[in-house]
């Protein structure tokens, strides 16, 4: 018997275990199935909300958090260079560019492959995780989408960090 062939029963479903990490952390949450939660969870920039879904299939957990921007047809090919820019400074997960929606995305999914469970702590991670990422980026695709700057400009000026107080 191979390794991908044995089958291990779950103790609890990977989805329960993001719904305890957001009532602990005391994030909106709502289950729109067994599968599924939303959570949102206040950034710097805006409020961020992070869908997360279970794949069964893939044992997976995947998780998805749009940015409440829309890109123009426009300003698309200049998006795109920024997400390719943006995601070669990526360790965990990765951003996308929804076209049929213009939406830009943040993605990222957690293998839990033959009856592994999360914990709490791989889950909190997962989801601040998210939220560093998707603020750290946000101005970029802002300063790109609604000021018309290029992708290295967007960059530039948004990972400008300031040293000590005025």
């Known amino acids: 018997m ?12 990977p989805v329960d275990v993001i719904e305890h990490v957001a009532a602990l952390e005391d994030w909106s949450f709502e289950r729109s199935g067994d599968d599924e939660i939303t959570v949102s969870i206040a950034g710097s920039w805006c409020d961020y909300h992070v869908s997360v ?19 123009s047809d426009q300003r698309r090919a200049e998006v795109m260079r920024l997400l390719a820019i943006v995601n070669e400074q990526m360790l965990l997960g990765h951003f996308d560019l929804w076209s049929g929606e ?4 943040y993605r990222h999914a957690l293998l839990l492959t033959g009856g592994i469970e999360p914990s709490a702590r791989q889950i909190g991670a997962m989801l601040v995780g998210a939220i560093e990422s998707c603020d750290r980026y946000y101005q970029a695709f802002q300063f790109v989408v609604w000021a018309g700057r290029s992708a290295q400009e967007a960059l530039e000026g948004a990972l400008f960090e300031t040293v000590g107080n005025a």
């Open 102 to 105: 213009g939406v830009v995305m």
């Open 2 to 13: 191979s390794l991908i062939e044995l089958e291990l029963e779950r103790q609890a479903h």
């Open 53 to 71: 879904s279970w794949m069964e299939d893939v044992e997976a957990l995947h998780l998805a958090c749009a940015f409440d921007l829309k890109v």
